[in-house]
């Protein structure tokens, strides 16, 4: 089995900013890459940044130059750092961890950006 424990979700206003952290635990043998993803109600799941094994990171275009995707791969751990948050940054946001091709999600976090 394999945990992912997020934190760091809450309510901002425009402009602020949020700490994600996510981390995993429990049979982790090959880890492909860690990260985020968001989704609003209705919507589909949709990447936020993603970090590979060998340190390439990866960002949706809307967050470009907002968000910063950090990883402690000794401690099986991501942050996601959020600046200049916009009301449409709203969602759940997932943790997302890939291992031997295998997709796994934390329980999700909600972040809400007031106008």
């Known amino acids: 089995q394999v945990q992912l424990v997020e934190s760091g979700g809450g309510l901002v206003q425009a402009g602020g900013s949020l700490r994600l952290s996510c981390t995993a635990s429990?049979?982790?043998?090959?880890?492909?890459?860690m990260g985020w993803y968001r989704q609003a109600p209705g919507k589909q799941r949709e990447l936020v940044a993603f970090v590979t094994r060998d340190g390439r990171t990866s960002y949706r275009d809307s967050v470009t130059g907002r968000v910063t995707l950090s990883r402690v791969n000794a401690e099986n751990t991501v942050s996601l750092q959020m600046n200049s948050l916009k009301p449409a940054d709203t969602d759940v946001y997932y943790c997302n961890l890939v291992d031997r091709g295998k997709y796994y999600w934390g329980k999700g976090t909600l972040v809400t950006v007031s106008s």
């Open positions: 429990g049979s982790l043998f090959s880890i492909s890459g």
